[in-house]
Nanobody, 122 residues
Framework: VQLQASGGGLVQAGGSLRLSCTASGFTFDDYSIGWFRQAPGKEREGVSCFSRQDNSTYYRDSVKGRFTISSDNAKNTVYLQMNSLKPEDTAVYYC????????????????WGQGTQVTVSS
């Protein structure tokens, strides 16, 4: 099970970025894939997750209405479109796959992708 993350960068507050997480080595439909983030000195937190099993989604409250998670099955890729970015969104973002959305939410992860830095300047 491998996950390849990309799409981070530096953006001004109010700007947008799109993160991508491409999966290989497993059946895409069998997993829930989403994003965690960790800012310096803070605990890791779940941001958003997409469940291929039932097409359900999760968003943490602070990103609702700004972030959108989606899936391209043909490319085995999950995207996180991040709009109206705020300085408090600055963190290293990690994609992760779990066997269910509830497992992902609890941090019971089958595979982690490498982190991608998102920096939002004020």
């Amino acid at each position: 099970v491998q996950l390849q993350a990309s799409g981070g960068g530096l953006v001004q507050a109010g700007g947008s970025l799109r993160l991508s997480c491409t999966a290989s080595g497993f059946t895409f439909d069998d997993y829930s894939i989403g994003w965690f983030r960790q800012a310096p000195g803070k605990e890791r937190e779940g941001v958003s997750c997409f469940s291929r099993q039932d097409n359900s989604t999760y968003y943490r409250d602070s990103v609702k209405g700004r972030f959108t998670i989606s899936s391209d099955n043909a490319k085995n890729t999950v995207y996180l479109q991040m709009n109206s970015l705020k300085p408090e969104d600055t963190a290293v973002y990690y994609c992760a796959a779990a066997q269910s959305l509830s497992a992902w939410y609890r941090g019971v992860v089958a595979s982690w992708g490498q982190g991608t830095q998102v920096t939002v300047s004020s």
